[in-house]
């Protein structure tokens, strides 16, 4: 049986134009009144986020590293038998 997915996807100009509609479920009036204290009350209040502990002090930006080029040989046999077991 498939599950049914609750995702809803939205391009970034249908965002925008929902922000300008007021469509939005965000009420950033009360939130840029908050201050850091009734923030973190808030956020301790959400069951989703019991627990959780995020040090963003130490967070870093980790680029991919590129793809190194890899040249090798082998017999015709093993290659045959990798190919069989599949894609790639």
């Given at each position: 049986?498939?599950?049914?997915?609750?995702?809803?996807r939205?391009?970034?100009?249908e965002?925008?134009?929902?922000?300008?509609?007021?469509?939005?479920?965000?009420?950033?009036?009360?939130?840029?009144?908050?201050?850091?204290?009734?923030?973190?009350?808030?956020?301790?209040?959400?069951?989703?986020?019991?627990?959780?502990?995020?040090?963003?002090?130490?967070?870093?930006?980790?680029?991919?590293?590129?793809?190194?080029?890899?040249?090798?040989?082998?017999?015709?046999?093993?290659l045959?038998?990798?190919?069989?077991?599949?894609?790639?």
């Open positions: 049986m498939r599950r049914k997915e609750h995702i809803v939205h391009t970034a100009e965002l925008a134009a929902m922000t300008k509609r007021g469509e939005t479920h965000s009420d950033w009036k009360k939130a840029a009144a908050m201050s850091d204290e009734q923030f973190e009350t808030s956020i301790a209040a959400d069951p989703d986020e019991a627990g959780m502990v995020t040090d963003w002090d130490k967070a870093t930006v980790e680029m991919p590293q590129p793809k190194a080029l890899l040249n090798m040989r082998v017999d015709r046999d093993v045959d038998f990798f190919r069989k077991t599949g894609k790639g």
